[in-house]
T-cell receptor
């Protein structure tokens, strides 16, 4: 069974630039999550989708972050403009339903200079 | 909002020794999950506990859910070098069913 696919694996940008991350969840998984993991901390939920609808985006900095999950399958997360404090690993995860275990992708390591 | 706290933040263990990491939630949980993240890797699911007082074992790992469903623990016996990594608990609140991760316990092992 294929896992959660994410790209790119690494990204280096300058502050005020924009960046986009892509995620393809495990086939059949209705719930998709984007997490931000700053070095030395636990994953922090940015946004949760159930199919193509947003369930929770309470911790998403909406002035600069946006995410979509068109057609309820793959998803993109965008940052525009990026700030230095956005340097982190962005993890995508999926689960079959909301209350089940999460499968994480390998993440995108973002460095903002 | 819900907070999940883990202690200790770091655990340095002699190979062959036992240790325990603890997880405490500010709110009652419907369930709790544990994940392991190896250095440079991504979190991998270990187990989910649902019932009050539940105890589950995976080889040398023993997981426990508190009677009040507000705390949990992970106990590892006879630590091996393969146990190196960061262990996260993630609690799902009964109030809003959001899954919140703790900051993790990072385990290093000396041979």
């Amino acid at each position: 069974e294929a896992g959660v696919a994410q790209s790119p694996r690494y990204k280096i940008i300058e502050k005020r630039q924009s960046v986009a991350f892509w995620c393809n969840p495990i086939s059949g998984h209705a719930t998709l999550y984007w997490y931000q993991q700053i070095l030395g901390q636990g994953p922090k939920l940015l946004i949760q989708f159930q199919n193509n609808g947003v369930v929770d985006d309470s911790q998403l900095p909406k002035d600069r972050f946006s995410a979509e999950r068109l057609k309820g399958v793959d998803s993109t997360l965008k940052i525009q403009p990026a700030k230095l404090e956005d340097s982190a690993v962005y993890l995508c995860a999926s689960s079959f339903t909301t209350n089940e275990k999460l499968f994480f992708g390998s993440g995108t390591q973002l460095s903002v200079l | 909002g819900q907070q999940v706290m883990q202690i200790p933040q770091y655990q340095h263990v002699q190979e062959g020794e036992d240790f325990t990491t603890y997880c405490n939630s500010s709110t009652t949980l419907s369930n709790i999950q544990w994940y392991k993240q190896r250095p440079g890797g991504h979190p991998v699911f270990l187990i989910q506990l649902v019932k009050s007082g539940e105890v589950k074992k995976q080889k040398r790992l023993t997981f426990q859910f508190g009677e009040a469903k507000k705390n949990s623990s992970l106990h590892i016996t006879a630590t091996q070098t393969t146990d190196v990594g960061t262990y996260f608990c993630a609690g799902r609140s009964v109030n809003d069913y959001k899954l919140s991760f703790g900051a993790g316990t990072t385990v290093t092992v000396r041979a």
